[in-house]
């Protein structure tokens, strides 16, 4: 059963650049046709997907972030990072990865379309 497991800085100062790692065991990241998705979730609000990268490589991200996220993978670890550049308070989130077997609907955020999740990091950005 693959396991995902998120960590990263708990503080970020704004205009900073956001950096997590997800690191995935029981299962290759380049094996099957999965995607591997980082989403959060704002104090008192609700899911919002940012982005995935896929078995292949392929990048995708939410548009409303402007080119903020990248997703980038390191296949030697399993390992799969999100950078959020110029980051504000409005960034202050619990950020999980999580798998899905194919791009997930990106305007929300179905519970139901990925089979795996890691526990979630907290992340706070503060002066």
């Known amino acids: 059963q693959v396991q995902l497991q998120e960590s990263g800085p708990g503080l970020v100062k704004p205009s900073q650049t956001l950096s997590l790692t997800c690191t995935v065991s029981?299962?290759?990241?380049?094996?099957?046709?999965?995607?591997w998705n980082w989403i959060r979730q704002p104090p008192g609000k609700g899911l919002e997907w940012l982005g995935a990268?896929?078995?292949?490589?392929?990048?995708y991200d939410m548009p409303s972030l402007k080119s903020r996220a990248s997703i980038s993978r390191d296949t030697s670890k399993n390992q799969i990072t999100l950078q959020l550049t110029s980051v504000t308070p409005e960034d202050t989130a619990v950020y999980y990865c999580?798998?899905?077997?194919?791009?997930?609907?990106?305007?929300?955020?179905?519970?139901?379309?990925?089979?795996?999740w890691g526990q979630g990091t907290q992340v706070t950005v503060s002066s």
């Open positions: 999580a798998r899905s077997q194919y791009l997930p609907n990106i305007w929300q955020v179905v519970s139901d379309e990925y089979d795996s």
């Open positions: 029981g299962g290759s990241i380049t094996a099957g046709y999965y995607y």
């Open positions: 990268i896929a078995y292949d490589g392929s990048f």
